[in-house]
Protein backbone atom coordinates (compact mmCIF):
# COMPACT_ATOMS: atom_id res chain seq x y z
CA UNK A 1 0.00 0.00 0.00
CA UNK A 2 1.08 3.43 -0.83
CA UNK A 3 0.36 4.94 2.71
CA UNK A 4 -1.63 8.12 3.05
CA UNK A 5 -1.12 10.49 0.26
CA UNK A 6 -1.70 14.14 0.47
CA UNK A 7 -0.97 16.94 -2.09
CA UNK A 8 0.42 19.47 -2.44
CA UNK A 9 3.68 18.88 -0.43
CA UNK A 10 3.92 22.43 -0.32
CA UNK A 11 1.41 25.35 -0.92
CA UNK A 12 2.44 29.21 -1.25
CA UNK A 13 -0.57 31.42 -1.42
CA UNK A 14 -1.52 35.34 -1.54
CA UNK A 15 -4.06 36.28 2.05
CA UNK A 16 -7.78 36.37 0.48
CA UNK A 17 -7.00 33.26 -1.86
CA UNK A 18 -8.77 29.61 -2.04
CA UNK A 19 -6.68 26.78 -1.03
CA UNK A 20 -7.68 23.13 -0.84
CA UNK A 21 -5.82 20.49 0.41
CA UNK A 22 -6.40 16.53 -0.63
CA UNK A 23 -5.80 13.60 0.80
CA UNK A 24 -6.03 9.78 -0.41
CA UNK A 25 -6.38 7.59 2.72
CA UNK A 26 -5.40 4.13 2.89
CA UNK A 27 -7.38 1.55 1.43
CA UNK A 28 -9.49 0.27 3.92
CA UNK A 29 -9.47 2.53 6.27
CA UNK A 30 -13.04 3.51 7.48
CA UNK A 31 -11.75 6.86 9.97
CA UNK A 32 -9.86 10.39 8.19
CA UNK A 33 -8.56 12.48 10.20
CA UNK A 34 -7.20 16.71 9.44
CA UNK A 35 -4.70 17.91 11.89
CA UNK A 36 -3.06 21.29 11.68
CA UNK A 37 0.66 21.39 13.51
CA UNK A 38 2.20 24.92 14.58
CA UNK A 39 5.26 25.28 17.18
CA UNK A 40 3.22 26.91 19.27
CA UNK A 41 0.01 24.56 19.41
CA UNK A 42 1.08 21.34 18.06
CA UNK A 43 -1.05 18.73 16.93
CA UNK A 44 -4.73 20.10 16.80
CA UNK A 45 -7.31 17.75 15.75
CA UNK A 46 -9.69 19.85 12.92
CA UNK A 47 -12.21 17.07 11.78
CA UNK A 48 -12.42 13.37 11.26
CA UNK A 49 -14.76 11.49 8.91
CA UNK A 50 -15.94 7.69 9.85
CA UNK A 51 -17.36 5.99 6.71
CA UNK A 52 -17.08 9.28 4.85
CA UNK A 53 -19.57 11.00 7.18
CA UNK A 54 -17.87 14.05 9.48
CA UNK A 55 -18.06 12.94 13.20
CA UNK A 56 -16.87 16.19 14.81
CA UNK A 57 -15.97 19.34 13.29
CA UNK A 58 -15.65 21.28 16.59
CA UNK A 59 -11.54 21.51 16.21
CA UNK A 60 -12.30 23.79 12.70
CA UNK A 61 -11.42 27.08 13.92
CA UNK A 62 -13.62 29.11 11.87
CA UNK A 63 -16.05 29.38 8.88
CA UNK A 64 -13.67 30.04 6.26
CA UNK A 65 -12.76 26.28 7.02
CA UNK A 66 -14.38 23.24 4.87
CA UNK A 67 -13.92 19.55 5.16
CA UNK A 68 -15.74 17.18 2.65
CA UNK A 69 -15.10 13.34 2.23
CA UNK A 70 -17.09 12.65 -0.90
CA UNK A 71 -15.77 8.66 -1.10
CA UNK A 72 -13.64 6.47 0.70
CA UNK A 73 -10.69 6.84 -1.05
CA UNK A 74 -10.64 11.02 -1.63
CA UNK A 75 -10.81 13.93 1.48
CA UNK A 76 -10.42 17.77 0.81
CA UNK A 77 -9.87 20.84 3.19
CA UNK A 78 -10.74 23.95 2.23
CA UNK A 79 -9.69 27.38 3.66
CA UNK A 80 -11.16 30.38 1.60
CA UNK A 81 -10.19 33.05 2.31
CA UNK A 82 -6.81 32.40 3.27
CA UNK A 83 -5.39 34.69 6.03
CA UNK A 84 -1.21 34.90 7.13
CA UNK A 85 -2.34 32.62 10.50
CA UNK A 86 -3.35 29.55 8.86
CA UNK A 87 -0.04 29.01 7.95
CA UNK A 88 1.29 25.30 9.16
CA UNK A 89 1.78 21.61 8.60
CA UNK A 90 -1.69 20.37 7.83
CA UNK A 91 -1.91 16.95 8.19
CA UNK A 92 -4.00 14.16 6.84
CA UNK A 93 -4.26 10.34 9.01
CA UNK A 94 -6.24 7.46 8.22
CA UNK A 95 -7.03 4.45 10.59
CA UNK A 96 -8.49 1.07 11.30
CA UNK A 97 -9.11 1.09 14.65
CA UNK A 98 -6.96 3.29 17.15
CA UNK A 99 -3.60 3.12 15.11
CA UNK A 100 -2.95 6.28 12.94
CA UNK A 101 -1.07 6.30 9.84
CA UNK A 102 -0.66 9.93 8.82
CA UNK A 103 0.64 11.67 5.32
CA UNK A 104 3.64 13.23 4.71
CA UNK A 105 1.40 16.32 5.23
CA UNK A 106 1.08 19.86 3.41
CA UNK A 107 3.00 22.77 4.28
CA UNK A 108 0.83 25.92 3.74
CA UNK A 109 2.29 29.35 3.58
CA UNK A 110 -0.02 32.46 3.24
CA UNK A 111 1.78 35.43 2.48
CA UNK B 1 -5.69 22.92 31.16
CA UNK B 2 -4.72 21.09 28.24
CA UNK B 3 -5.98 17.44 27.28
CA UNK B 4 -2.33 16.01 27.18
CA UNK B 5 0.65 17.51 28.70
CA UNK B 6 4.62 17.10 27.82
CA UNK B 7 7.88 18.66 28.99
CA UNK B 8 8.91 20.37 25.61
CA UNK B 9 12.50 19.82 26.49
CA UNK B 10 14.79 19.93 24.50
CA UNK B 11 15.89 16.72 26.73
CA UNK B 12 19.90 15.27 25.73
CA UNK B 13 21.23 12.31 26.80
CA UNK B 14 24.34 10.81 25.90
CA UNK B 15 24.09 7.72 23.63
CA UNK B 16 23.24 4.58 25.09
CA UNK B 17 21.74 6.31 27.92
CA UNK B 18 18.05 5.71 29.01
CA UNK B 19 15.70 8.59 27.76
CA UNK B 20 13.05 8.94 29.91
CA UNK B 21 9.79 10.57 28.07
CA UNK B 22 6.98 11.90 30.40
CA UNK B 23 3.58 12.81 30.05
CA UNK B 24 0.47 13.69 32.14
CA UNK B 25 -3.21 13.39 30.63
CA UNK B 26 -6.82 15.84 32.12
CA UNK B 27 -8.96 12.89 31.34
CA UNK B 28 -9.59 10.28 34.22
CA UNK B 29 -11.50 8.17 31.57
CA UNK B 30 -9.25 7.64 29.12
CA UNK B 31 -8.69 4.18 27.72
CA UNK B 32 -5.40 4.24 24.96
CA UNK B 33 -2.55 5.89 25.02
CA UNK B 34 -0.02 6.29 22.32
CA UNK B 35 3.48 7.38 21.49
CA UNK B 36 4.84 8.99 18.37
CA UNK B 37 8.10 9.78 16.97
CA UNK B 38 7.85 12.95 14.36
CA UNK B 39 11.70 13.57 12.95
CA UNK B 40 12.27 16.96 11.69
CA UNK B 41 10.09 17.97 8.33
CA UNK B 42 8.67 14.49 8.61
CA UNK B 43 5.19 12.91 9.60
CA UNK B 44 4.54 11.11 13.09
CA UNK B 45 4.85 7.45 13.03
CA UNK B 46 3.65 5.25 15.76
CA UNK B 47 6.35 3.47 17.82
CA UNK B 48 3.96 1.38 20.43
CA UNK B 49 0.39 1.92 22.51
CA UNK B 50 -0.73 0.81 26.01
CA UNK B 51 -4.11 0.09 27.45
CA UNK B 52 -3.39 -1.32 31.18
CA UNK B 53 -1.54 -0.42 33.91
CA UNK B 54 2.15 -1.54 34.23
CA UNK B 55 4.46 -1.70 31.74
CA UNK B 56 4.63 -2.74 28.12
CA UNK B 57 8.25 -3.51 26.38
CA UNK B 58 8.91 -3.30 22.08
CA UNK B 59 12.70 -3.72 21.71
CA UNK B 60 14.40 -0.87 23.54
CA UNK B 61 11.38 0.90 24.25
CA UNK B 62 8.94 0.59 27.59
CA UNK B 63 6.12 1.95 27.53
CA UNK B 64 4.63 3.05 31.63
CA UNK B 65 1.28 3.67 32.16
CA UNK B 66 -0.44 4.45 35.70
CA UNK B 67 -4.05 5.53 35.29
CA UNK B 68 -3.94 6.34 39.10
CA UNK B 69 -1.31 9.48 38.69
CA UNK B 70 -2.91 10.08 35.13
CA UNK B 71 0.74 9.41 34.04
CA UNK B 72 2.21 7.71 31.03
CA UNK B 73 5.79 7.44 29.94
CA UNK B 74 8.37 5.78 27.02
CA UNK B 75 11.72 4.89 27.90
CA UNK B 76 14.12 4.26 25.74
CA UNK B 77 17.13 2.07 26.21
CA UNK B 78 20.97 2.26 24.76
CA UNK B 79 19.70 5.47 23.16
CA UNK B 80 21.20 6.16 19.54
CA UNK B 81 21.78 9.47 18.08
CA UNK B 82 19.01 7.99 15.15
CA UNK B 83 16.26 8.62 18.34
CA UNK B 84 16.74 12.28 18.19
CA UNK B 85 13.25 13.66 17.57
CA UNK B 86 10.29 15.10 18.86
CA UNK B 87 8.48 12.04 20.79
CA UNK B 88 4.25 12.97 20.62
CA UNK B 89 2.35 11.57 23.52
CA UNK B 90 -1.42 10.29 22.52
CA UNK B 91 -4.69 9.98 24.27
CA UNK B 92 -7.50 8.78 23.18
CA UNK B 93 -10.08 10.74 25.73
CA UNK B 94 -13.35 10.06 24.71
CA UNK B 95 -14.36 6.70 25.31
CA UNK B 96 -16.65 5.01 22.39
CA UNK B 97 -14.55 7.82 20.22
CA UNK B 98 -11.44 7.82 17.74
CA UNK B 99 -10.04 10.77 17.91
CA UNK B 100 -6.56 11.56 19.34
CA UNK B 101 -5.37 14.26 21.84
CA UNK B 102 -1.75 15.15 21.13
CA UNK B 103 0.94 16.57 23.79
CA UNK B 104 2.94 19.05 21.86
CA UNK B 105 6.25 16.87 22.15
CA UNK B 106 9.33 16.56 23.81
CA UNK B 107 12.39 17.06 21.77
CA UNK B 108 15.17 14.48 22.35
CA UNK B 109 18.63 14.37 21.56
CA UNK B 110 20.97 12.17 21.26
CA UNK B 111 24.58 13.35 21.93
CA UNK B 112 27.34 10.77 20.21
Known amino acids: DAGVIQSPRHEVTEMGQEVTLRCKPI?????LFWYRQTMMRGLELLIY????????DSGMPEDRFSAKMPNASFSTLKIQPSEPRDSAVYFCASSLGSVYTFGSGTRLTVV | QKEVEQNSGPLSVPEGAIASLNCTYS??????FFWYRQYSGKSPELIMF????GDKEDGRFTAQLNKASQYVSLLIRDSQPSDSATYLCAVNIKTGANNLFFGTGTRLTVIP
Open chain 2, 27 to 32: DRGSQS
Open chain 1, 27 to 31: SGHDY
Open chain 1, 49 to 56: FNNNVPID
Open chain 2, 50 to 53: IYSN
